[in-house]
Structures are given as structure tokens and as C-alpha cells.
């Protein structure tokens, strides 16, 4: 894990839209993957290997994975995104 000064130009060489940006970035078999993505999505997207750049939750809703919080959850979508600059829902929380 690195801390990167100049995440902004990393995110977009990976093909994240500004509109999925969050916390965390990373690279995962090829794929972009960025925010508080649940795990299952992220076998999902392994298993299926769509045609798109990565997923990604934008911002740092509660309840997503390593947003736990007391207050509860509230419901987020897990995006697809491709280097083309399309976006997709790709999961829903909770279901």
C-alpha cells in the first residue's frame, strides 16, 4: 500500500471516472477497484470478467466494508465503469 500525492492522474490512468472516486485505489487482475468495495463483488468481477475498466462505490457510505458503523447502513451502489467513460450499476447494497 502507497500513498500516492498524485492519486487524481493514477485514478484517471486506470480509467475511474471522477464521478466513482473515493479513499482507496487499487489494481486487481487487471481490473481498477476503487472505495469500499465488498469482496463478493470483487469475486464476482474476477468470475465474470466483464468488458469494463473496474468497479468502484463513490464516497464512504455506512455499512459498506470498513464503514461499519452503530447508526446503521444506508444503501449504495457498487458502479462499473469503462475506459470509454460509461457507468453502470454493477451490485446494490443491501439487496
Do not use: N, W
Not at 500500500?1 to 485514478?11: G, I, K, S, V, Y
Not at 480509467?15 to 476503487?34: K, L, M, Q, R
Not at 468497479?55 to 462499473?80: C, D, H, N, Q, R
Amino acid at each position: 500500500m502507497t500513498d500516492d500525492p498524485e492519486r487524481a492522474l493514477f485514478r484517471a490512468s486506470l480509467g475511474i471516472p471522477d464521478a466513482a472516486a473515493s479513499c482507496h485505489t487499487g489494481v486487481v487482475d487487471g481490473y481498477a477497484i476503487e472505495g469500499h468495495v465488498p469482496a463478493a463483488d470483487v469475486r464476482r468481477l474476477l468470475r465474470s470478467r466483464p468488458a469494463v475498466a473496474g468497479i468502484a462505490v463513490p464516497g464512504m457510505p455506512l455499512g459498506s466494508p470498513g464503514m461499519e458503523s452503530p447508526y446503521g447502513k444506508e444503501p449504495f451502489t457498487v458502479l462499473a465503469f469503462t475506459r470509454a467513460g460509461t457507468i453502470s450499476a454493477f451490485s446494490r447494497h443491501p439487496q
